[in-house]
């Protein structure tokens, strides 16, 4: 069983750079030896031996080691992302599902957008349904205009592409909404009312009708068609006809429409008629077709209100699913504050890297999966969540290296290089570092170590005297007051240094053919460097990974030098 555990935990480790999850390990053991199952807390605590026995040892001395247990373990695996199922939606018929996003355009998407959206569109996928995306901007007031593009990149980019063509905006439907009002005032299902707003909220709390609530179909229409220019904005609302003395206040005689002179950025002043959100959410959902409607429990009223309306419409509803509240603890999500953080300097705009928003961190190099897997994972529940913003990363990054890990090549980088010389050796050595440690078929870099090299400023700090360091794949050394003295090349005399083994770094021989780096971090600040001579055969929007350092996404290139973004560990 020792065997077994050690050699898993080796391929766990090498696989996700020293970082060993204990599950995955304990799945692997049982399925290669079943008869562990009979005594798991035992199997238990031998990985956790296990797990200590390898720590502050290196991705190379780990591949050594697991080479002589069980080089099989050593081949080229792929990863396989699994969602899992999802729980099946009430009278959901395969091919006829229809679900919609609807964001409002005060500012572009961030992560919690990135949860629905992902639940959406992962439950059209399920039943081969369609996805729509639906902009609803009736608020004038609140209306950033560069979100209507914003939420329809990142949209499609979340989706990979899989929304409907047609993307619906509210400000162009305002005819059809005008048409259905025109419809419930000859049925009278509805009245304009011209009370006095705060006397009106009064009588509704106390559960009274308005003297406007007992007008003649006539007398409706003649308002209504007031509405359109003898009105000014707050003198007249349409009201739809409930229960008046509904338990729930809110859901008395509730507004549809209202006057609003506010200039819209669509429509300009051509248009002063607008709906109310959940009078144009129900005309839209039933002109589009939409079976099921999945949202936050926070529209639970609003799903009320929609059904209402439906039902005097002559309408079949659709299905109404919630989700608890998701409470992102630790981030910044309000696009209103974030937009005049921006205006006043604090933030370069939403791509800003320091940001929670789609455009930031997809300029990092995130994927759309990763998200889609955080949602998959939190799934359809009505429980109340608080996610910390520590505890979202490490999911996040974990789904996201998942999917980026086996296609990001590898590459030496050495952040505020300091110049060593090369002591005590005579010639020069060619080091054969792997392009990818998992993927031996792809092949190694070369690098030929001569009289100098490169170290990072940390890594220096870090180095033990006393002690034999090791190049990657290249010299020994060791450190006496400052002076480094370099020897054999060999991993076993490294190997066999016992207690006066240390650490194993990464450099790059000095060379005219070294690129100049920059490295956005995550805090706004940049981190200069060297990278190695293949790293200027990067195309922007690659992503690398700085071996013993993170991922990175090349943002863009120039003469002078690569500028990546820093993406996660």
């Known amino acids: 069983?020792?065997?077994?555990?050690?050699?898993?935990?080796?391929?766990?480790?090498?696989?996700?750079?020293?970082?060993?999850?204990?599950?995955?390990?304990?799945?692997?053991?049982?399925?290669?030896?079943?008869?562990?199952?009979?005594?798991?807390?035992?199997?238990?605590?031998?990985?956790?031996?296990?797990i200590l026995s390898i720590k502050g040892k290196s991705v190379e001395d780990l591949r050594a080691q697991l080479l002589a247990i069980d080089p099989a373990l050593l081949e080229a695996k792929k990863v396989v992302v699994s969602l899992g199922p999802l729980k099946e939606l009430p009278n959901a018929v395969m091919g006829k599902v229809?679900?919609?996003?609807?964001?409002?355009?005060?500012?572009?998407?961030?992560?919690g957008h990135?949860?629905?959206?992902?639940?959406?569109?992962?439950?059209?996928?399920?039943?081969?349904?369609?996805?729509?995306?639906r902009i609803e901007d009736t608020n004038a007031e609140n209306i950033y205009p560069q979100a209507y593009e914003l939420i329809e990149r990142d949209a499609r980019w979340l989706t990979e592409n899989g929304l409907e063509q047609e993307v619906i905006v509210q400000s162009s439907r305002l005819g059809i909404y005008n048409d259905a009002v025109e419809k419930l005032v000859e049925k009278g299902d509805v009245y304009?009312?011209?009370?006095?707003?705060?006397?009106?909220?009064?009588?509704?709390?106390?559960?009274?009708?308005?003297?406007?609530?007992?007008?003649?179909?006539?007398?409706?229409?003649?308002?209504?068609?007031k509405m359109f220019g003898e009105y000014a904005e707050g003198e007249a609302v349409v009201r739809l006809k409930t229960d008046i003395a509904h338990k729930n206040p809110a859901m008395r005689d509730f507004g549809v429409m209202?006057?609003?002179?506010?200039?819209?950025?669509?429509t300009g002043k051509s248009q002063r008629l607008w709906p109310l959100m959940v009078f144009s959410v129900a005309v839209d959902d039933h002109e589009m077709g939409v079976t099921h409607v999945l949202n936050g429990k926070d529209h639970a009223d609003n799903a009320i209100k929609e059904k209402m309306i439906m039902e005097c419409l002559g309408w079949k509803a659709p299905e109404y699913k919630h989700w608890g509240r998701i409470n992102f603890e630790g981030f910044e999500l309000s696009t209103s504050q974030t937009?005049?953080?921006?205006?006043?300097?604090?933030?370069?705009?939403?791509?800003?890297i320091r940001l929670p928003f789609l455009p930031a961190l997809r300029k990092r190099?995130?994927?759309?999966?990763?998200?889609?897997?955080?949602?998959?994972?939190?799934?359809?529940?009505?429980?109340?969540?608080?996610?910390?913003?520590?505890?979202?990363?490490?999911?996040?990054?974990?789904f996201n290296k998942e999917i980026i890990d086996?296609?990001?090549?590898?590459?030496?980088?050495?952040?505020?290089?300091?110049?060593?010389?090369?002591?005590?050796?005579?010639?020069s050595v060619v080091a054969h570092v792997p392009v990818h440690p998992n993927f031996v078929e792809l092949g190694s870099r070369s690098f030929t170590v001569g009289s100098e090299i490169y170290l990072s400023t940390d890594d220096v700090a870090r180095l033990e005297e006393g002690k034999i360091h090791r190049l990657i794949e290249g010299y020994n050394f060791t450190v006496s007051s400052g002076v480094f003295t370099f020897h054999s090349s060999t991993y076993e005399e490294y190997k066999s240094a016992g207690s006066a083994r240390g650490m194993i770094i990464h450099y790059l021989p000095v060379s005219a053919e070294l690129v100049p780096v920059d490295v956005c971090m995550t805090d706004g600040s940049v981190v200069a460097g060297l990278g190695e001579s293949a790293l200027s055969t990067l195309k922007e929007g690659e992503i690398v990974q700085f071996e013993r350092c993170y991922f990175a996404r090349l943002d863009h290139v120039d003469a002078k030098k690569l500028t990546f973004w820093y993406l996660h560990e």
């Open 339 to 352: 937009r005049v953080a921006i205006e006043q300097g604090a933030y370069k705009g939403w791509e800003d």
């Open 98 to 111: 229809v679900l919609r996003i609807a964001p409002s355009p005060s500012g572009p998407l961030h992560i």
């Open 1 to 50: 069983m020792k065997e077994t555990v050690i050699k898993f935990v080796l391929q766990n480790a090498i696989e996700f750079n020293l970082s060993v999850n204990s599950k995955v390990v304990l799945g692997s053991v049982l399925k290669d030896m079943p008869s562990c199952r009979s005594d798991v807390p035992a199997l238990l605590k031998e990985i956790d031996s296990a």
């Open 192 to 225: 304009i009312c011209t009370c006095d707003a705060d006397a009106w909220r009064e009588m509704k709390n106390k559960g009274e009708a308005c003297l406007c609530r007992a007008l003649t179909v006539a007398e409706n229409r003649t308002r209504w068609a």
């Open 365 to 398: 190099g995130y994927q759309p999966g990763a998200f889609r897997r955080f949602a998959m994972e939190i799934g359809l529940s009505l429980n109340d969540k608080t996610v910390a913003i520590g505890e979202f990363w490490k999911n996040i990054n974990a």
């Open 258 to 266: 209202r006057i609003v002179e506010h200039i819209h950025p669509k």
């Open 114 to 133: 990135a949860y629905g959206t992902s639940l959406n569109y992962e439950y059209a996928k399920m039943y081969k349904g369609k996805l729509i995306l």
């Open 406 to 427: 086996s296609k990001s090549r590898r590459a030496f980088f050495i952040a505020s290089p300091v110049r060593v010389p090369v002591n005590g050796v005579k010639g």
